[in-house]
């Protein structure tokens, strides 16, 4: 395997003529034979439906697999602000170009030029799409479409539907699935979870899969495999993401050949509210929009005891506007969640535990009145009084980094497929377009220009060499032999018979990851998550207890396989995280800082995205190098100052 | 506090069910209900008994995954709450809590407190969507939608689908979900050419599954994004309409 050459297929031509290009120069499939093929997506999230909508009504024959009970239940879902487009319905001075520039900057130069552009080119497509499915966003009075600002950006091209924007968006995409599913075109499996993909001579053939009700392990076959499972955030155990998100498929994917880019790039999103004890399951996000109009800071007093609303201005340090005059409240989310970082460090941290920032609307209340925050924010306020039992409109809220994000993920060329042929990777589970950091409301943007404008137009270059091929049938050996593997794993984990439920060694695990993998890094921490990854790992194999059958709806045992994959993709973050020796975007090295402690990147050692080879469970993996050229921005250390 | 768990166990969708007894000690106030269920469970996998199921994903009250019955009521008795949004400073230290699944012939029991609410999906295939093919849509400010056509809208699309309208209804009817999907796409200017297409092929779909609405209102004190039920009359009257609308003068202006 080591012979892999890592080809990103950039297309020819100007940055702004490579798109155009690419569909010209793409193969195409006729109309006609489109129906012949059977294509299967994975995830059911903003790039999956929107995929299989789109693949649905181009002609092709869709397989939806979905370990939700309803598409609808994704967590794209949970997405709050908004989504970026270059409209520049506002005339201030947004365009495709500024669009793409400020992706690639907020990104730290970690990113593919060519991708990073397109994205920004297909952005108002999406607007235009989603509005005409009726996707109710947020307008002005005369009926025109609304904007709002978001971090990393000097102007207003966030579109929103309240606090909810992911929601409606993904009910869009839902529904226009849905659509394709009533004709026939898109056949859905719910409460169905993909636990490996199937390779036969070089090419993705399929999926094996469990049925969560009957507990039956079966096939799929088609022409080519689409993941749109998401990102990992949840190896931290703590995070925004739902319950259930996971990494089996591109993990699983990753076993097979799939090379992993960039797995050590998380986001850490500096407005969650923060974790009380250690019962708690999830970290719930009070949406990036509210830093529009809250003010972040803390006391200049560490020893403060005063309610907020009565310390006076002048002892209090607004330490974004302080640092950052020029961005202020709205820099970038791996840069306000580090300078939160250094206040709590010093002992600033504000709230029972000495975790929290303070986030204040007092100010924005004077000046618009309470109506129009709660207009603006009503939804999110109201979400963070019933979590904490404070009134966000009194007092000011109390916020925490929480990991939110994955810009790391399967890797993929200018397709949007993997290393395996006929695999391909689209919306947070590809590393393709946000490099080191994701701005604000970009995940909604990507998942949906991947599903709906650029997969469908490239899909048919693979696929066009396969006409008058059938899929192979699933009583293939290829398939048998999948279906044993995941049958063997299943009952390993079931015959451990140990003492601790897999929440246990999840939680071990996010305690680990956190604290050295998390918003700073160095060189000691990082062989330490290593080793206690390993140690941890171990443990589980020979401690873990599945209570259960598989033969029956069994939800210790999901869960078991997701932290054993866990258990085994942290470390390669941790790994990722060690050789990358320089700091950009959420990647945060100790050792390579400026003289004021900003991060310090390396381009000439590290402009590369680092796209890791499977050796072994716990062997060293491969790094090859797929090496970034920037001609149309110019490398610049980020400043929002 | 140390509350008590009465919990719905069911093997199967056809296996007879039973009310199991667990003690829930030591409980935060901090803790959400379902950090509690957590609890609860861990400690039975460590003692080797079967967890109960229940489903739940998000945890802040979007995905619409989570929802069981809390004391006979759907989400619990708090107004405008999803399950996962329930927190425990709402009990008090010694109460005996009792846990459900969604009870309609609509929404069969897979086990415990897991019900199928594929029902759901039927109604939206049927017909709660806007054609419009990927592509072909024209520049989104060509159509403009009056500020309060579009709030009323959104009001009906926050709807997450969980189904706990048709749990606290006594004829089990999922009139409240239905219409508001369609009350979103029917009031928006980009949804008037399917409109009365689109009220027939929902409501006969959910009329396949679920009872029929008798205005109890039941549902809109259930719901935990407080769905008003005012759209359930806006489908009434265009179920009505549809049966007499010409679909070839829909171009003219009423």
């Known amino acids: 395997m080591s012979n892999i050459v890592l080809d990103a297929k950039v297309p020819e031509g100007p940055l702004e003529e490579k798109w155009s290009n690419a569909r010209f120069d793409l193969k195409l499939v006729n109309p006609a034979n489109k129906r012949k093929y059977e294509i299967l997506i994975i995830g059911s999230g903003l790039a999956g439906a929107s995929a299989a909508a789109t693949l649905g009504e181009l002609g092709y024959n869709v397989t939806m697999i979905t370990y939700h009970d309803s598409p609808r239940r994704a967590h794209s879902i949970a997405a709050q602000g908004g989504i970026n487009a270059a409209k520049n319905y506002h005339n201030d001075g947004d365009s495709i170009f500024r669009l793409f520039y400020d992706t690639i900057k907020g990104g730290d130069y970690r990113s593919r030029e060519a991708n990073v552009y397109r994205l920004a080119e297909v952005s108002n497509e999406i607007i235009d799409q989603t509005a005409a499915q009726g996707v109710p966003y947020g307008r002005e009075y005369g009926g025109l479409l609304d904007n709002r600002s978001f971090g990393g950006a000097q102007v207003s091209r966030t579109f929103y539907s309240r606090g909810a924007t992911g929601q409606q968006l993904l009910l869009g995409a839902y529904q226009a699935m849905a659509r394709q599913i009533e004709l026939g075109k898109v056949k859905l499996y719910n409460r169905m979870e993909m636990l490996d993909v199937v390779v036969h001579e070089g090419r993705a053939v399929g999926v094996v899969a469990r049925d969560l009700i009957t507990g039956e392990i079966r096939s799929f076959s088609g022409h080519a495999v689409v993941l749109a499972t998401g990102g990992y955030a949840n190896a931290y155990y703590l995070s925004t993401m739902a319950m259930m998100c996971n990494g089996t498929a591109v993990w699983r994917a990753h076993k097979h050949g799939a090379l992993f880019a960039n797995p050590s790039f998380t986001q850490i999103h500096p407005t969650a509210i923060p974790a009380s004890e250690e019962f708690q399951s999830k970290l719930t996000l009070m949406s990036e929009s509210l830093r529009n109009d809250g003010r972040i800071w803390v006391p200049k007093d560490k020893n403060e005891t005063r309610s907020p609303d009565q310390i006076p201005e002048a002892e209090r340090d607004y330490f974004l506007e302080r640092r950052y005059p020029a961005f202020g409240n709205l820099v970038p989310r791996d840069v306000a969640s580090r300078a939160a970082k250094v206040m709590f460090d010093e002992g600033y941290g504000v709230g029972p535990l000495k975790n929290g920032v303070y986030l204040d609307f007092a100010e924005a209340i004077g000046r618009l009145g309470k109506d129009v925050i709660e207009q603006r924010y009503g939804n999110l306020f109201e979400m963070y009084e019933r979590i904490t039992d404070e009134n966000p409109y009194k007092v000011p809220m109390r916020i925490y980094p929480a990991p939110h994000y994955t810009m790391g993920g399967l890797w993929v060329d200018y397709h949007l497929m993997t290393t395996i042929p006929g695999l391909y990777a689209i919306g947070e589970a590809n590393f393709s377009d946000h490099g080191g950091n994701r701005l604000g409301a970009s995940a909604l943007m990507q998942g949906l220009a991947d599903g709906y404008f650029v997969l469908p137009n490239t899909i048919g270059d693979y696929l066009s060499d396969q006409l008058g091929t059938d899929p192979i049938p699933t009583d293939h050996a290829a398939f048998k032999t999948g279906e044993k593997a995941v049958k063997d794993q299943i009952d390993e984990l079931i015959a451990i018979n140990g003492t601790r439920s897999p929440d246990y060694f999840h939680r071990e695990l996010g305690k680990v990851m956190i604290a050295e993998v998390g918003m700073a890094r160095n060189e000691d921490g990082l062989k330490r998550a290593i080793s206690e990854i390993r140690r941890l790992r171990d443990e589980f194999h020979k401690d873990v207890k599945v209570t259960g059958s598989n033969e029956s709806f069994n939800q210790t045992l999901e869960k078991a396989g997701r932290v054993a994959d866990f258990l085994e993709l942290a470390e390669l973050m941790a790994i990722d995280a060690l050789n990358r020796r320089e700091s950009c975007g959420g990647h945060f090295r100790e050792e390579s800082r400026t003289p004021e402690g900003e991060a310090l990147r390396d381009d000439e050692n590290y402009a590369y995205v680092a796209a890791w080879e499977f050796n072994g469970v716990g062997e060293e993996p491969t790094l090859h190098k797929e090496q970034l050229v920037f001609e149309n921005v110019e490398l610049a250390q980020r400043s929002y100052k | ?254």
């Open chain 2, 1 to 254: 506090m140390d509350v008590t768990l009465k919990v719905w166990r069911q093997d199967g969708p056809e296996a007879p069910g039973r009310f199991e007894t667990y003690e829930a000690t030591d409980i935060s106030d901090h803790m959400s209900f379902l950090e509690m269920c957590d609890i609860v469970n861990e400690k039975l996998v460590e003692r080797g008994i079967e967890p109960f199921s229940i489903d739940s994903d998000c945890r802040e009250g979007i995905c619409g995954m989570c929802g069981i019955m809390i004391n006979g009521h759907p989400h619990g008795d708090q107004l405008g709450t999803a399950t996962c949004q329930l927190h425990m400073r709402k009990f008090s230290d010694g109460d005996e809590i009792v846990l459900e699944p969604w009870k309609a012939t609509g929404f069969p029991v897979i086990r415990d407190l897991v019900v199928d609410r594929s029902s759901f999906d039927r109604i939206i295939e049927a017909g709660g969507y806007i054609t419009v093919p990927t592509g072909s849509a024209p520049d989104a400010n060509m159509v403009p939608v009056p500020k309060a056509v579009a709030d009323v809208a959104f009001d009906a699309a926050a709807c997450i689908g969980c189904g706990a309208c048709v749990a606290a209804c006594p004829n089990s009817a999922a009139q409240l979900f239905t219409s508001a999907k369609l009350a979103q796409l029917n009031m928006v200017p980009q949804g008037q050419p399917e409109r009365y297409d689109r009220v027939v092929a929902m409501v006969d779909t959910m009329e396949e599954f679920f009872g029929s609405c008798t205005n109890h209102g039941e549902c809109e004190a259930a719901c935990p994004k407080s769905i008003t039920i005012d759209f359930i009359a806006m489908m009434n009257k265009d179920y009505i309409k549809a049966k007499f609308k010409n679909r070839r003068l829909l171009g003219q202006k009423a």
